[in-house]
């Protein structure tokens, strides 16, 4: 994927902003990437504050926009396993800027019928088509009547990425906190990589970050903070960690103890040399509908919601204001990998026996046992195409007994993702984006 370093980190501070502003301990998930492409070809056909407002909130001139987001979206489908779409409706009625439509990213362009069942019909089948099912409803809402839903604009992100050395699933529970007691599907995995791990020091105090390499180029990474801390500030930690604008400091260089939330580092007796790295994680699912409208001035939507103007002269004649502007997203941590997906909407309406021991090893445990953040980071660029937090893990239940063909085949792949991940951890880092 490449991209402008000026728009990746203008999503990433979208992203950012965002994840500082979750309180609470709800669960949620959300992009930003998939926020970033709509509000551009707004502010594209934006005037007078409108325009103001969400050119302040890409971080980019509003001149600039229609070309960034054209530029981004087609990177994001040029991702392996990484799935981008855009799509337009508008009622037959509605007259366009030609220029505003040429300089739209390609997509679907549909037709509004005005009622509301059938849209959303048309509507929902185009998000649980560009999503995999993982998305089945538009969050969009629809109103009918002569300054009804004149427009709507959608994107549709969906990730799916498989982990090059799977995890080895348990049940389990947390020792304490809120998930004490509970049976969990507790994922476990050794590495000999002991610097997937890391701790960065933020406002909040320490964040230990672990990173879990997946097979397309996109990896997840798990974030824990120091009881107490809140989720924005530790999820705001994160994104300054994986973006490289807040030092980590790798596991090998850290202290024996407890130098970092969930962290332990010893030694332990081994029958090969080297360090070891164990990771202890619950499998979670997140689902979250985000009404962008209810933080309209971070989105750029406060003054394009007044209905009693108009807002976008760039994309039509008629007077057109935000009616609606929302993001249903979900993700799907387990043992074989990672999904995660996202639509946005944004209409427009009128206004065994132990082995003998032979070395003494360095020994890092890393245990997320009660909530946590996560990124899910496009590995080159540094882009954050998820961030979301987990309050409730998915519970344990009992899997079919597995035969020994399948047990024989497993012992054999073993060796192999062992090597694969050395040698992803080995290689150097691709050249950064063009400037």
Do not use: C
Not at 381 to 396: E, F, H, T
């Amino acid at each position: 994927m490449s991209m402008r370093n000026s728009t990746v980190r203008a999503v990433n501070r979208l992203t950012a902003h965002w994840a500082g502003a979750h309180r609470g301990g709800a669960g949620t998930v959300f992009t930003a990437a998939g926020v970033w492409p709509l509000l551009a070809p707004l502010a594209d056909g934006a005037a007078g504050p409108a325009r103001t407002e969400l050119a302040e909130a890409l971080g980019i001139p509003a001149e600039r926009a229609a070309g960034a987001a054209r530029e981004l979206l087609a990177a994001l489908d040029g991702v392996r396993g990484l799935r981008a779409a855009t799509g337009l409706w508008t009622r037959a009625d509605l007259p366009l800027e030609a220029a505003w439509l040429e300089r739209l990213a390609p997509g679907s362009h549909g037709t509004l019928s005005g009622g509301a069942e059938a849209d959303h019909k048309v509507l929902d089948a185009w998000a649980d088509r560009q999503t995999d099912g993982l998305v089945r409803q538009m969050p969009v809402t629809l109103t009918e009547g002569p300054d009804g839903t004149k427009l709507v604009l959608a994107s549709a992100l969906a990730l799916k990425t498989r982990w090059i050395r799977p995890f080895t699933e348990w049940p389990g529970e947390a020792a304490e906190g809120p998930w004490a007691g509970r049976p969990l599907r507790i994922l476990h995995r050794f590495s000999r990589l002991q610097d997937r791990v890391g701790v960065a020091q933020g406002p909040a105090g320490a964040v230990t970050l672990l990173e879990v390499v997946g097979n397309t180029g996109v990896d997840v990474h798990l974030l824990l903070g120091e009881p107490g801390a809140g989720s924005g500030a530790v999820l705001t930690t994160g994104i300054e960690a994986v973006t490289r604008s807040r030092p980590v400091v790798p596991a090998s260089l850290l202290p024996a103890g407890r130098p970092g939330p969930g962290l332990s580092i010893g030694t332990e007796l081994a029958r090969t040399p080297g360090p070891r790295l164990a990771v202890r994680t619950p499998a979670f699912e997140v689902r979250a509908v985000h009404d962008l409208g209810e933080r309209a001035r971070m989105f750029g939507l406060e003054a394009a919601r007044d209905s009693s103007r108009s807002h976008f002269p760039g994309v039509s004649s008629a007077p057109l204001a935000v009616g609606s502007a929302q993001q249903s997203a979900v993700a799907r941590f387990h043992a074989e990998g990672f999904e995660a997906a996202a639509v946005t909407a944004i209409s427009a309406v009128g206004a065994g026996v132990p082995p003998r021991t032979r070395y003494r090893v360095r020994r890092t445990e890393v245990s997320f046992d009660r909530p946590f953040g996560f990124l899910a980071v496009h590995r080159t660029s540094r882009l954050v195409l998820a961030a979301g937090w987990v309050s409730d893990p998915v519970p344990y239940a009992e899997p079919p007994e597995k035969t020994e063909e399948e047990k024989r085949r497993e012992e054999e792949e073993a060796d192999a993702q062992w090597e694969e991940e050395e040698r992803v951890a080995a290689a150097s880092r691709p050249a950064p984006p063009s400037p």
